[in-house]
């Protein structure tokens, strides 16, 4: 089945600066990665994809970027926030498992203002 | 409405109780899921729901029994659970179950005594 790796498990950060989580995958059949953003107290809420035909997906200050050879995926945040303070979990949905949606560990975020 | 609404915010049981989790969509998505979410961990999936057909277990104990009454509606029956199932229960829904989005609940968060 899939596995999803997911660096680090927490990041603390000046507020203004970047983040940068990083997620690798083991199935090449693998398709379709989003990233979930969960607060305290919520249900993760997704906050950007990418599908395996595009590289690279910007949305005002979240990026993600995909390279399908080396199996891994990154998540970018720029000018931090202290509202960016949450976990974010990476995943890898997997057609053939039956359209499951894999899950990476987590990374604990936080901003410091 | 972008909603999936969970009851009870919060349950605690005894282990030999019965009790439900209810959800609630009405964005017309076609499958439904129950995830079991432990403290600084993912979230686990336990059960997926495709046009009100039980499509996928993942192996969960017969103490957890999903429902799914109609399009819009997703139970989880509760009976003689243990203490380590102790944990915040998250339903999520989606358009299908193909690559996408997966909108999540706020969580039923349970305790057994």
């Known amino acids: 089945g899939e596995n999803v790796e997911q660096h680090p498990s927490t990041l603390s950060v000046q507020e203004g600066d970047s983040a940068v989580i990083k997620c690798t995958y083991s199935d090449s059949a693998s398709n379709y990665f989003p990233w979930y953003k969960q607060e305290l107290g919520k249900g993760p809420q997704l906050i950007i994809d990418i599908r395996s035909n595009v590289g690279e997906k910007k949305d005002q200050r979240i990026a993600v970027t995909l390279n399908k050879t080396a199996k891994h995926f990154s998540l970018h945040i720029t000018e931090t926030q202290p509202e960016d303070s949450a976990v974010y979990f990476c995943a890898a949905h997997y057609k053939a498992a039956g359209n499951k949606l894999t899950f990476g560990g987590g990374t604990r975020v936080l901003v410091k203002p | 409405d972008t909603e999936v609404t969970q009851t009870p915010k919060h349950l605690v049981m005894g282990m030999t109780n019965k009790k439900s989790l209810k959800c609630e969509q009405h964005m017309g998505h076609r499958a439904m899921y129950w995830y079991k979410q432990k403290a600084k961990k993912p979230p686990e999936l336990m059960f997926v729901?495709?046009?009100?057909?039980?499509?996928i277990n993942e192996s969960v104990p017969s103490r957890f029994s999903p429902e799914c009454p109609n399009s819009s509606l997703l139970n989880l029956h509760l009976h003689a659970l243990q203490p380590e199932d102790s944990a915040l229960y998250l339903c999520?829904?989606?358009?299908?179950?193909?690559?996408?989005?997966?909108?999540f609940g706020e969580g039923s968060r349970l305790t057994v005594l």
């Open positions: 999520a829904s989606s358009r299908d179950r193909g690559p996408g989005e997966l909108f």
């Open positions: 729901y495709s046009y009100e057909k039980l499509s």
